[in-house]
């Protein structure tokens, strides 16, 4: 299981890389002010100056009365008693034991979580994503999304060896109701046509159950169970009524209290050759090989094997699918792709990632630096100038420490004379 960060842990670190960073917790406050009464903020030989025009965050999430992630500009500082005055009023006020951290150097919380995010952005991982019609089927997206629970909870697992099975998370569904489910976004398809259903499961209590659900006459299509506490898989194909305009996945348990975990959701058309890449790929040289599922056994969670001839393209008619794979025979198994994918971006201070920790510091700091040079011209820039030169050698040496070795492959086309996959 991959190590994680939260983002207000690399927030801390790309402060700190800058020696901007000052941490402290307060021993009280109202919500015009914090009161830092502990050395080095109470300090009778202090400066009032001292922080001025820095940047006070509310770092504290153990108190849910706390101002959290709370960002202030500080007016006033009274070294004697270790007194913060923000220049707009806290939501609430700051208790003893909230932690706060302040910035200084002319930057905020927010500047270093928008250089992080844009770090993460440009950053890669080589993973084995599955594709699939089915919006967030992989469970990568951050939060439930669009996997809505009737008579049961949905939530995303991100630890736990048993809890995730492929790339950093997976979809819980525990019912709270007998017949409780999570349900995909609609899906439009093509009636009277058949497709390809699977997916990964673990019914920790009970059975669960994989479901192709009729959105537009609200009724199963066909649906196959799954009662082992270990991962496997369910795939089936079915298809489609006549009258069926819009389709979804549901993700069912049977009994009342029945708990199951879900990864890798794949729905395919069996009649196409073509299949839309992830919205993520957004330059073709990221697919690094297509490869395909060979269903062997249902306690096969990982046997896939490669196509040999492929072609990848743009599409140029539809804009919500960037690219498509296309295959040498009609789709008779799960397709899967081994990609660089980019890491997803964070939003909330306890978001987390499995980003390298350090080279992610790196690259925030790099990024924010390049911000703070083209904020402070001239002579004001130079410090920026000189730093941004060290940490950008500090994050290439990084890079080239834990990247896996580029695999240069050429590219695939399939014709008359081209050798073809086994599809079994």
């Known amino acids: 299981m991959a190590t994680t960060t939260t983002l207000l842990t690399l927030c801390q670190d790309v402060a700190g890389n800058l020696d901007s960073l000052e941490q402290g917790t ?46 202030r500009i500080i007016t006033a500082y009274a070294p004697t008693t270790g007194t913060f005055t923000p220049a707009q009023d806290f939501t609430a006020a700051p208790a003893a034991s909230d932690t706060f951290d302040i910035y200084k150097g002319g930057i905020s919380f927010t500047d270093v979580k928008a250089a992080v995010n844009k770090c993460l952005r440009n950053l890669r991982y080589t993973t084995i994503s599955p594709l699939t019609l089915v919006t967030d089927g992989d469970m990568e997206t951050s939060g439930v999304g669009t996997w809505a629970a009737t008579n049961a909870t949905s939530s995303k697992l991100t630890t736990g060896a048993t809890s995730v099975l492929y790339g950093a998370q997976s979809l819980r569904v525990l019912n709270s109701a007998a017949n409780g489910f999570a349900v995909s976004g609609a899906i439009p398809l093509i009636d009277s046509d058949t497709y390809i259903l699977q997916a990964r499961v673990r019914a920790v209590t009970g059975t669960a159950n994989l479901v192709a659900y009729d959105a537009t006459n609200s009724a199963d299509i066909k649906s196959e169970s799954w009662a082992k506490s270990g991962w496997g898989t369910i795939s089936f194909t079915f298809t489609t009524p006549s009258t069926c305009k819009s389709l979804t996945i549901r993700l069912r348990n049977d009994g009342a209290s029945d708990d199951s975990y879900w990864d890798n959701v794949i729905l395919l058309r ?88 350090y080279m992610a ?44 070795p580029r695999i240069i492959r050429p590219k695939m086309r399939f014709g008359a004379n081209s050798p073809s996959p086994r599809f079994v």
Do not use: C
């Open 361 to 404: 510091g790196l690259g925030g700091t790099v990024e924010l630096l390049s911000t703070l040079m083209g904020r402070y011209k001239g002579d004001a820039g130079i410090p920026y100038r000189q730093d941004y030169a060290r940490f950008l050698s500090l994050f290439r040496a990084r890079q080239r420490e834990i990247a896996p």
């Open 26 to 71: 307060a021993t009280g406050g109202a919500v015009s002010s914090l009161i830092a009464a502990n050395f080095p903020f109470l300090n009778s030989a202090g400066s009032t100056s001292s922080y001025i025009n820095s940047v006070i965050y509310i770092s504290d999430t153990d108190d849910d009365l706390a101002p959290i992630n709370e960002e």
């Open 270 to 357: 069996s009649n196409s050759r073509e299949v839309p890449l992830p919205s993520w790929i957004s330059q073709l040289d990221q697919v690094r090989r297509v490869l395909y599922d060979t269903e062997r056994d249902e306690f096969d969670i990982d046997n896939l094997r490669e196509v040999i001839t492929y072609d990848l393209r743009p599409d140029t008619i539809n804009p919500n699918w960037s690219y498509w794979v296309s295959l040498p025979h009609t789709i008779a198994n799960a397709i899967w792709i081994e990609a660089t994918r980019p890491f997803t971006e964070l939003s909330a201070a306890s978001s987390t990632t499995t980003a390298d920790r």
